[in-house]
């Protein structure tokens, strides 16, 4: 694996830690609804994700990454889209897809 690939890997593997250290072990989505520091740091670490993943795409633009296009996307989204940003769905990514991209990041980070 090419060294930038690594270290973008490494980006994307931290924020994620990040956002789940942010949230804690009780997520609550209400907490995280009212918190808008919270969710202003959760959608920055997001942006450094879908960054990450554009650069590695850019290097290798068959890199095999589950939702890797879709990841990027999600990131245009929160810097253009910032004024419809929507706490569910940006809630729903960090619940249900989130968990699966850092064990796929981990397994390729061991390669």
């Avoid at 590695?56 to 910032?82: M, S």
């Avoid at 960090?94 to 980070?109: A, F, M, Y």
């Amino acid at each position: 694996m090419k060294r930038d690939i690594k270290k973008y890997l490494f980006d994307i593997n931290t924020s994620i830690e990040s956002i789940f250290d942010y949230l804690g072990s009780e997520r609550n989505f209400f907490e995280y609804q009212e918190n808008k520091l919270l969710r202003r740091a959760i959608e920055r670490e997001i942006e450094i994700i879908g960054e990450a993943m554009n650069r590695i795409l850019k290097i290798e633009p068959d890199f095999q990454i589950e939702n890797a296009r879709q990841i990027v996307d999600t990131r245009n989204w929160v810097i253009h889209g910032y004024d419809k940003v929507d706490d569910v769905v940006i809630w729903g990514i960090v619940s249900n897809h989130l968990p699966k991209l850092h064990e796929e990041v981990k397994r390729k980070l061991n390669e």
